[in-house]
């Protein structure tokens, strides 16, 4: 109930930009929030600070208005686990209450290996070193120790990302067998940063592909998908016709981004570097021999 009164005072000031207390309050009572009582300055203040340490959203009074605002809506409109959050509980809100229609909405299957993320997120926040057990898709199981420095959810799978003491490794906990927390700590770099880490990439696989610069043109349907859901930061849409669209990248064009653009079977075309060109018209020759 209370994460459900944190959205509403989000969703209201992202609707009605600016609000007194007592236009927040009314409309507080006529939606049904706290059994329709009125929202006391106390409780709203509470709210804020809550809504702050939760999702990093700052909502300030204008001194002369006295109305209420999001100075930083940005927040919401990033990859960050706040906007991740957010959303989760939004959906969660709205469809708890309307249970009479949940037959009515189909989701995706919820992300595998979510029985072992209290423990890494328990590793990672105290900087203790995690002992797995993992078994590769075609492998022999092992047990393996290492130091947990990010998760990352890709395509319905959860991903751990961690120092091995050699080199940076990733794991899918869908793949791990059990997951226990060590004695052993371990010490993160204190410049180290998960999302810059992965910016040059797409996906998981954060292999020694060179950085390249990136031009596909989008046939007939496909430029509005990319318009409407990027790729990756780096997307810009550099020419437009009437039948296409060419988008650019600098990105690490890793196995996950080629398979990406696969996706899209022919309203994806590959134009630049020329060695990517031909690296995917192979892959797709290869493919093609799958129906001969």
Not at 256 to 281: H, Q, S, T, W
Request: glycine residues 4%.
């Amino acid at each position: 109930m209370i994460f459900r009164q944190y959205i509403w005072i989000i969703n209201t000031l992202r609707a009605y930009k600016r609000q007194t207390l007592e236009e927040l309050s009314q409309k507080w009572q006529e939606d049904g929030l706290a059994d329709g009582n009125p929202l006391p300055r106390s409780s709203f203040n509470r709210h804020r600070d809550a809504i702050r340490d939760m999702f990093g959203i700052d909502i300030e009074c204008e001194p002369k208005t006295y109305k209420y605002y999001i100075s930083n809506p940005e927040v919401l409109s990033d990859d960050s686990i706040e906007r991740w959050i957010f959303s989760t509980l939004t959906v969660h809100g709205v469809l708890a209450d309307s249970a009479s229609v949940r037959e009515y909405v189909v989701l995706e299957n919820p992300p595998a290996g979510e029985e072992y993320l209290e423990t890494i997120i328990r590793a990672i926040k105290t900087h203790h070193q995690l002992l797995i057990g993992y078994k590769a898709f075609g492998a022999e199981g092992y047990e393996k120790k290492l130091c947990p420095y990010s998760l990352k959810l890709d395509k319905q799978r959860w991903y751990l990302l961690t120092f091995t003491g050699r080199h940076m490794a990733t794991y899918a906990l869908d793949r791990m067998t059990k997951v226990e927390l060590t004695d052993e700590s371990f010490e993160m770099p204190a410049d180290f940063s998960p999302q810059a880490y992965f910016s040059e990439y797409f996906g998981v696989i954060t292999d020694d592909t060179p950085l390249a610069h990136v031009v596909i043109r989008a046939h007939d349907w496909t430029p509005n998908y990319l318009r409407t859901l990027p790729l990756h930061h780096s997307q810009r849409e550099i020419a437009t016709t009437e039948h296409s669209a060419d988008f650019s990248f600098d990105i690490r064009p890793t196995v996950d981004f080629l398979n990406e653009l696969k996706k899209y079977g022919d309203g994806i075309e590959v134009l630049a570097p020329l060695d990517l060109r031909e690296k995917m018209r192979q892959m797709l020759l290869n493919a093609l021999k799958r129906y001969e």
